[in-house]
C-alpha cells in the first residue's frame, strides 16, 4: 500500500506545524473519500520511525471508523505494534505503541492507557467544547498524566453548527481545542481538482418535483427536532411519490443509498421499495448488530440495490460503487449533509471486489436526488454553506440550477457539470462599478476554430502513467488534450468516453493500442475553445467532425451551440495536476 502525494504532503504539513508551533493542535482537512485513514497510518509510522518511544491514541466515535483506521495501519505497516480498544469490537488492548479507541468505551477509564504523547481525533468535528463530553472527559484525563499531549483532528467539515470553524475561539473570546488548521484540501479549487485528477467521483445533485414539507418542524440542537420531523415526512402517499419519481429518474443507476429521517421512516421506504419492485434493506439504531451487519454486507455483495438508513451510514460506510443517493432527510446542518453527500464520492474504476456479485462497471458519477431541498440551502459538497457561530446569521447556498439538464452546479461555474450547457451571465451596471467588479463579472468568451491539422503522441514522464496527447492545430495557435488510458479513477472513465464519441470499438488498454488505431478514427473539422476559464488554461468543449454539427447545429467560425453531451477532456492544466506533485 503507497500513499498518494497529497496524503504525503498532509503528513509533511503536521512535521512542519510542530516545528513551528510548539504548542497547538492542527487540524487536516480533507475530503470524504481522500483517505484520512492512511495518513492517520503514515503519521504513525513515520513518528514511530523517529521517535520509536512515543505513544500514540486514536479516537473516534464509532467502530466502523476504528477497524477502518485499524486495517489501513495494517495494510500500510503490517507488523505496527498497534491495538483496538472498543467495547463494540470486543477488544481491550491498552499497551500498544498505538492504540485506536472508541471514545464511548475510552473517555472513562483514560487512566488505564498510561501517558499518551499524541492523541489523533478522526471525525474532529464531533468534538464538543462542553467540557462533560466524552472527548473533553478523554482529552483532560490524558493532560492529567502527560499536560504536552498534542492533538490533531482530522475531518472534512471543519466547523460545527452553532460554534462556527472548530479552530475559532467562541463569543467570550475562550480559546478553541484546535488552533491551526495547517494542510486544507477540501477548498472549491482542490474539491475539483481532486476530481480532474480521479481521486473522488463527480456528483450530479438533481431537485425533484417531489419535495418534503417540513414547515412548523421545530429546531433543537442543531437540527430538526426528530420526532417532528418524521411525522412531516411520512405523510400518506409522499414516500411512494418520491421513490416512484426516483426510480424513474435513477432507472440505470444500480447502486442505491438512501437516507431516511427517522427509524420508522426507513422501515416505511424499505416497504414501499418492495412494493415497487426493488430490493431493499433498512439499518437504524432499533436493530441489533448482526443484523445490521448482515444488511450491510447484502448490499456490498450487490445481493439488493437499495440500502437505507437513519444516521447510521452517515460515517465510516466505504462503499465506492454507490453511485445514486436519495435524499429524503431535510437537514439545516451542513456537516451532516456533506457527509451524507460523501458517500458517493469514492470513485469506482471497475475493479472486482472478492465479494463481489455484480458486474462490476466502472462508476462514471454519482447521483444525488434531493427531496429534501437541502442543496439550495445548504450548498454543494465541493462549497457547503459554512455556519457562523450563534447569533452571527447565514449566507446564501452558493448554487444555481442549469435550465436545459435541471442540475444543480456551484454558482461560479460556466459550463453545466451534467449536460455541458454555458450559463448566460448578465452583465451588470452600476455607477460605483470598479475594476475588481468588471473582472470578477467577466463574460466567458469562446470561439469555435477550424482545424487544419491534429497530432498526437505519447507523453510520458518518470512515475506517471503514459497518456496520449492530442494537439489540434488551428493556423497560428494549437491546443491539446490529454487522454489517460491508462490512469486509474475518473480520468480513465475520462479517456473511455472520449474514446467512445469516436469510435464504436471498445476502447485501448494502452496508449500504443490508442496509436495505432488513430488512423482509423474521424477526425475533428473545428473544435469549440473556452478561452477564458479560471485556471486560464483554454479548453477544448466539444468536437465537430466531417462538417457535422455542434448538436445539431452547423459549425461555423464563430460561437456554436454546445452538444448536451459533451466528451471531458482534460486540458494541459488538468494534465499537470495528473503528472506533478500536487501543490495544496
Excluded at 175 to 192: G, H, R, S, Y
Excluded at 371 to 379: D, E, I, S, V
Aim: proline share 6%; net charge neutral.
Amino acid at each position: 500500500m503507497q500513499l498518494r502525494d497529497y496524503q504525503s504532503e498532509a503528513i509533511t504539513r503536521v512535521f512542519e506545524y510542530f516545528a513551528s508551533h510548539p504548542t497547538g493542535n492542527p487540524v487536516i482537512a480533507m475530503p470524504t473519500g481522500t483517505g484520512k485513514s492512511l495518513v492517520i497510518a503514515g503519521l504513525g509510522h513515520k513518528i514511530l520511525s523517529q521517535w520509536p518511544g512515543q505513544r500514540i491514541m486514536v479516537a473516534t466515535h464509532v467502530k466502523e471508523l476504528i477497524q477502518q483506521n485499524y486495517n489501513k495501519m495494517m495494510g500500510l505497516w503490517p507488523f505496527a505494534p498497534a491495538g483496538v480498544y472498543s467495547a463494540g469490537l470486543k477488544s481491550r488492548d491498552t499497551t500498544q505503541s498505538i492504540l485506536f479507541v472508541g471514545v464511548q468505551s475510552a473517555a472513562p477509564c483514560w487512566p488505564m492507557f498510561g501517558h499518551i504523547d499524541l492523541l489523533l481525533v478522526d471525525e474532529a468535528h464531533l468534538v464538543s467544547p462542553d467540557d462533560k463530553s466524552n472527548y473533553q472527559k478523554l482529552i483532560q484525563g490524558l493532560k492529567t498524566i502527560n499536560p504536552q499531549l498534542r492533538v490533531i483532528g482530522l475531518t472534512a467539515t471543519a466547523w460545527r453548527l452553532g460554534y462556527g470553524k472548530i479552530t475559532d475561539p467562541d463569543k467570550d473570546g475562550n480559546k478553541a481545542l484546535f488552533d491551526d488548521i495547517c494542510f486544507d484540501i477540501t477548498t472549491l479549487e482542490c474539491f475539483n481538482r481532486l476530481i480532474l485528477e480521479g481521486y473522488l467521483s463527480p456528483l450530479i445533485p438533481k431537485p425533484m418535483h417531489t419535495e418534503l414539507d417540513v414547515t412548523g418542524v421545530r429546531k433543537t440542537g442543531g437540527d430538526y427536532n426528530g420526532k417532528q420531523l418524521q411525522a412531516a415526512v411520512t405523510k400518506s402517499g409522499v414516500t411512494r411519490a418520491a421513490l416512484s419519481e426516483a426510480l424513474q429518474v435513477a432507472a440505470d443507476r444500480r447502486h442505491w443509498l438512501i437516507f431516511a429521517s427517522g427509524v420508522e421512516h426507513a422501515e416505511e421506504i424499505a416497504r414501499e421499495m418492495h412494493a415497487l419492485g426493488e430490493t431493499c434493506l433498512a439499518v437504524h439504531s432499533k436493530m441489533g448488530d448482526e443484523a445490521r451487519d448482515e444488511a450491510i454486507r447484502k448490499f456490498q455483495r450487490g445481493e439488493v440495490r437499495a440500502l437505507v438508513n437513519n444516521n447510521i451510514l452517515t460515517t465510516g460506510f466505504d462503499s465506492p460503487w454507490v453511485d445514486c443517493i436519495v435524499c429524503l432527510r431535510p437537514t439545516i446542518s451542513s456537516v451532516l449533509w456533506v457527509q451524507m453527500l460523501g458517500r458517493g464520492t469514492r470513485p469506482y474504476n471497475g475493479t472486482v471486489m472478492p465479494w463481489a456479485q455484480f458486474d462490476p462497471a466502472p462508476k462514471q458519477n454519482c447521483l444525488v436526488l434531493d427531496f429534501a431541498g437541502n442543496t439550495r440551502k445548504l450548498g454543494p459538497i465541493n462549497d457547503p454553506v459554512v455556519p457562523k457561530q450563534k447569533g452571527d446569521g447565514g449566507g446564501d447556498a452558493p448554487v444555481k440550477l442549469c435550465e436545459v439538464c435541471n442540475t444543480f452546479n456551484h454558482a461560479s461555474v460556466r459550463i453545466c457539470c451534467c449536460c455541458g450547457s454555458e450559463f448566460q451571465f448578465a452583465v451588470k451596471i452600476k455607477e460605483d462599478a470598479s475594476t475588481i467588479d468588471l473582472i470578477k463579472q467577466d463574460m466567458p468568451k469562446t470561439k469555435v476554430f477550424k482545424v487544419t491539422m491534429i497530432t498526437a503522441k505519447k507523453q510520458e514522464k518518470a512515475g506517471r502513467p503514459p497518456t496520449l496527447r492530442v494537439t489540434y492545430h488551428t493556423g497560428l495557435k494549437s491546443y491539446d488534450e490529454w487522454v489517460c488510458f491508462e490512469h486509474t479513477g475518473f480520468a480513465k472513465v475520462q479517456a473511455a468516453r472520449w474514446w467512445k464519441e469516436r469510435s464504436k470499438d471498445p476502447c485501448p488498454e494502452t496508449v500504443g493500442e490508442a496509436l495505432e488505431l488513430l488512423d482509423q478514427l474521424p477526425s475533428a473539422t473545428h473544435i469549440n475553445v473556452h478561452l477564458n476559464p479560471p485556471d486560464g488554461y483554454p479548453k477544448i468543449l466539444s468536437h465537430c467532425y466531417d462538417g457535422t454539427a455542434f448538436g445539431e447545429h452547423a459549425a461555423e467560425d464563430g460561437p456554436g451551440a454546445m452538444q448536451a453531451d459533451l466528451p471531458v477532456n482534460l486540458t494541459k492544466a488538468q494534465r499537470d495536476a495528473l503528472d506533478d506533485d500536487i501543490p495544496f
